[in-house]
């Protein structure tokens, strides 16, 4: 039986892939997990799958934010932006938190506190910062473009007041190498069963983990496609030559 809701790993740019899984699969919906890069409105983009009867949600990555055009993109289909907030989708209440942790504001894995707590406290400490005839300017600039896409305290405090039944992140949880245990504590907070990740373009085997984080986790890869249940349904670009060299080398047979 075909999947209700697929999860899409970084598109970066490139969307043709996308609508040859949703033509085959027919999903109710379809999550972008980041890393979206739109050259244009994503409702423009996604106009074709939308077409199809599958609905198309995102939350925003890292590199969402490097060029304002990809930025405005997103911003042309708010309603349509997981970031943040719960909503049902296709029968799932999903969760959704884009972005990632940096230094200039917040490293949970670091003993020093937050810099900022919210977008609204940054904003307000870089205008006292900025002489007044230059505010305009500033808030245009790419350092603050850059932190449209960075998490703050508040963002997961605010979600961690609901109940979902799905979690959708750019960040990864700690069964990624690179993950962040405050990901799981926002997972167990709104108590999902189940968790899709993009960023590393990784996907892993998570499954040891799924008893101490007591949720199932997915790290979706680069221009890869997963199911609900996590059976993937198109490899990500780089799955096969990540997965070769973690494949440990047999050493040569005794003489």
């Known amino acids: 039986m075909a999947s209700s809701i697929l999860f899409a ?138 932190h449209h896409s960075s998490l703050f305290p508040d963002d997961l405090d605010a979600l961690a007041a609901q109940d979902a039944e799905v979690l959708v992140t750019h960040e990864a949880p700690s069964c990624h190498p690179q993950g962040f245990a405050k990901i799981d504590d926002l997972a167990r907070a709104l108590r999902v069963h189940t968790l899709f990740h993009g960023h590393h373009h990784d996907c892993l085997d998570y499954s040891a983990s799924t008893k101490a984080l007591g949720f199932r986790a997915h790290g979706v890869g680069l221009r890869g496609v997963s199911a609900l249940d996590g059976t993937v349904l198109r490899p990500g670009e780089l799955d096969a030559m990540r997965a070769l060299l973690r494949t440990p080398i047999a050493p040569p047979p005794a003489d």
């Open 9 to 146: 790993g970084d598109p970066h740019g490139r969307f043709d892939h996308l609508l040859a899984v949703v033509r085959a699969q027919r999903p109710q919906a379809l999550v972008l997990l980041g890393d979206i890069e739109a050259r244009a409105p994503l409702h423009e983009v996604m106009a074709p799958i939308e077409a199809l009867g599958t609905q198309v949600w995102f939350i925003p990555g890292n590199h969402d934010t490097d060029r304002a055009p990809s930025w405005d993109a997103l911003q042309a289909w708010p309603e349509r932006n997981l970031h943040g907030r719960v909503v049902e989708v296709a029968g799932k209440r999903i969760a959704g938190l884009g972005g990632i942790f940096r230094g200039e504001i917040w490293r949970p894995d670091s003993p020093m506190v937050p810099k900022f707590t919210s977008w609204q406290a940054y904003l307000e400490d870089l205008r006292q910062r900025t002489h007044p005839k230059d505010w305009a300017i500033r808030q245009q600039s790419q350092h603050v473009l850059k």
